[in-house]
């Protein structure tokens, strides 16, 4: 059975994603792409399904099927994981009563998909375990396998390591090193394995490389040279990452990690950055939400998606965290990404994209048992079929956000996104599936209703600020009359709130990003009055908040039997957990209010839910006390930044003003300040797009 999934590593080349467990399987490898059918699908199923086991022999069943033995019954633990400092190149060190042993695992930063995992002997002597089960196609295809002895050099050097080539179909395998795992005898166990020894100061290095299979094994690599390349050019590109100043006055800012240890704040954005790097495909800039399909939202349920695609709102989520921090490189690769997804058809835009900006739509599920029978298990992600009216908004306000940078727009650039304008005033009146993409009936969302409000503001501003030609005057119209209609439809006066969709009497939490796109001020008071029903509706007792409650219509939070054999609005039954990206879109809200310390606070609690590593799944199980959700995933790593960016700014804007009037003006901006209110509805009492709730007066556009 596959490990809780907090137990797991990402390694990452940017063009697959491996997880490998704490105790040594490597349960989980797409190739050559994240998008890739797996090789090794333990993940979500049974170790037939494949794996790649590297542990001490002492620690792994006689018959190696079942899961690891406990510390007590091998004599062995992991003592530490961790990192090289700012890479992924992750180290495991093994202390069993023989001695000890260090497993290096990591993908080399190169155009093959091949995969490194060194042994070396610390103290004493270690017997070490290795099993390899390939299973192209999802654990459905067993490859033939060819042993092949190392040929003699013909100029005297050392001859070529030993190699065993798995085939089937167009995908190859090949791994080499020393000693080599030998096929089982048993026809049925369709494996190879074996026993090796390393004493202290040994090393053995094992490489498994894809290749296509009508070409021949590529040349071995020179591991040694490849491991400290790889090392310098993950640091090389976390180096780029300047850490904002601190506040005046303010302590050396911390965050909590698992096993009460600390870090520096820096320190854990700069390993978003890196999780959200490693996972966007080093040629096209393909981000992936996800490296990972079907792993649960609740464990042995039907919520299970494949997250190894691309959506458009975390690629424009992502563009501007990177120019944020200093990887303009990579926000130029974002937007070069979006225009060509787009420019597929932008009159008839999808939310999700493949690696390379290819139009999906299919799903099916797979054979595979599931994680933790969790199923189906799904390849593909319907979603893309759905019409999403936000997707247009998320992408015309980073744009315009970068044109407010100093961006010059080309001939490829405004035409497309013109087109896109096209295509909102051409859906205008048609529901759509909302950001959670709920496979219920179609609604008005809010949240929707708002970002093609900000995808119209967007396009005039490109006319009326920047100069670009579009037909404004019908933006303008069109946008003014969203606004009128989210205000008479979207928000409940009764309760001073806005509502989830047109109709309902419930809350949402994508409602927490009305103010990221200016419809209205953090501090209004009709958006302070959507936090509370939040805070009162969606939050867990655990501090963590639900994205939405899975009913259609309102009901007590507290009674657990609301939803029991009841088909929600999502169209599922029963309540999904808390979601980490939603409550780090609380905490953002909370640190744009002033309410600086519970933000501080909610930051802390979803940090607490990191692995030891410092990964983020999409939910985390309350009751079972795990993650839950693919894993690792973008969303929650990019709210994790917002969050901390927007808590740091708070917290230097409040060492600021006790500084008083005399303060430096080198001093770190407000929070205010670092976002203003560049669309209009910052203004309290006043209603975006010139239309006021009571129709008394019209809003005030800043140029």
Request: charged letters at 25%.
């Amino acid at each position: 059975m596959a490990s809780l999934i907090e137990d797991y590593a990402l390694l990452s080349n940017m063009r697959t994603g491996p997880l490998v467990s704490r105790t040594g399987s490597v349960d989980w490898l797409c190739a050559p792409r994240f998008d890739s059918p797996s090789v090794f699908s333990a993940l979500l199923g049974e170790a037939d399904h494949g794996r790649w086991l590297l542990a001490p022999a002492c620690t792994v069943p006689a018959d190696g099927d079942e899961g690891p033995l406990d510390e007590e019954e091998s004599g062995a633990e992991v003592a530490e994981r961790f990192y090289v400092e700012n890479t992924f190149v992750l180290q495991t060190v093994w202390v069993t009563d023989s001695g000890s042993v260090r497993v290096t695992d990591f993908l080399p930063l190169t155009s093959r998909t091949e995969m490194v995992r060194r042994v070396e002997g610390l103290t004493g002597e270690v017997e070490m375990y290795q099993e390899l089960r390939i299973r192209f196609g999802y654990g459905a295809m067993v490859p033939w396998v060819s042993r092949f002895e190392g040929e003699e050099d013909p100029d005297g050097g050392d001859p070529a390591p030993p190699m065993l080539v798995a085939m089937a179909g167009p995908d190859a395998l090949v791994l080499r090193g020393e000693p080599l795992p030998e096929a089982s005898g048993d026809d049925d166990e369709r494996r190879h394995r074996g026993t090796f020894t390393v004493s202290a100061g040994q090393a053995r290095d094992f490489v498994l490389t894809h290749f296509p299979s009508h070409r021949t094994p590529p040349a071995p690599i020179d591991v040694n040279e490849q491991l400290t390349r790889t090392v310098e050019l993950w640091q090389d590109w976390s180096g780029h990452y300047a850490p904002p100043a601190a506040g005046a006055g303010e302590p050396p800012s911390t965050a909590p990690a698992r096993g009460h240890a600390t870090a520096d704040r820096p320190d854990v954005v700069r390993r978003s950055l890196l999780v959200v790097r490693a996972l966007m495909h080093q040629e096209t800039g393909g981000l992936v939400a996800a490296p990972t399909t079907s792993l649960p939202e609740v464990v042995g349920g039907e919520r299970n998606w494949d997250h190894r695609f691309a959506w458009l709102r975390d690629a424009a989520t992502a563009l501007e965290v990177m120019l944020d921090h200093g990887h303009d490189r990579e926000a130029v690769q974002l937007r070069h990404w979006l225009l060509r997804a787009v420019a597929g058809d932008p009159h008839d835009l999808q939310n999700i994209y493949g690696l390379a900006g290819e139009r999906r739509g299919r799903e099916h599920q797979l054979d595979l048992p599931g994680y933790e029978r969790s199923r189906p298990v799904r390849e593909g992600n319907g979603a893309a079929a759905q019409h999403q009216s936000d997707a247009v908004g998320h992408v015309m306000v980073v744009f315009e956000k970068l044109r407010r940078r100093g961006a010059v727009e080309d001939h490829l650039s405004w035409p497309l996104q013109q087109a896109m304008l096209r295509s909102v005033v051409e859906n205008y009146e048609v529901k759509d599936q909302g950001l959670w993409e709920m496979r219920g009936e179609r609604q008005y969302y809010t949240h929707s209703r708002v970002l093609m409000w900000a995808a119209l503001q967007s396009g005039v501003d490109a006319v009326r600020v920047h100069g670009l030609p579009g037909d404004a005057p019908l933006w303008e119209q069109l946008r003014d009359a969203l606004a009128e209609e989210i205000w008479t439809s979207g928000y409940d006066p009764e309760h001073g709130s806005f509502v989830q969709y047109y109709g309902a009497r419930t809350v949402d939490a994508s409602l927490l990003q009305l103010p990221q796109v200016g419809f209205v001020a953090h501090d209004d008071e009709r958006m302070l009055g959507t936090v509370r029903r939040i805070e009162e509706e969606l939050r867990h007792p655990c501090g963590l908040i639900h994205r939405y409650r899975n009913v259609l219509g309102p009901v007590d939070p507290a009674d657990p039997d609301a939803y029991a054999g009841v088909i929600g609005v999502d169209g599922f039954v029963g309540q999904d957990p808390p979601h980490l990206g939603a409550s780090l879109w609380l905490a953002v809200q909370y640190a744009r209010t002033g309410r600086t310390e519970e933000a501080r606070r909610l930051v802390d609690l979803v940090l607490s839910r990191a692995n030891d590593l410092g990964l983020l799944a999409a939910g985390w199980s309350p009751e079972e006390r795990r993650m839950t959700g693919n894993f690792p995933q973008t969303f929650a790593h990019l709210a994790l930044v917002q969050a901390l960016d927007a808590l740091d700014a708070a917290e230097a804007g409040s060492a600021a003003r006790e500084a008083g009037p005399g303060r430096p003006e080198d001093v770190s901006r407000t929070a205010s300040e670092d976002h203003p209110q560049d669309l209009p509805g910052g203004v309290p009492g006043v209603v975006p797009g010139g239309v006021s709730p009571d129709g008394a007066g019209a809003g005030q556009r800043r140029p």
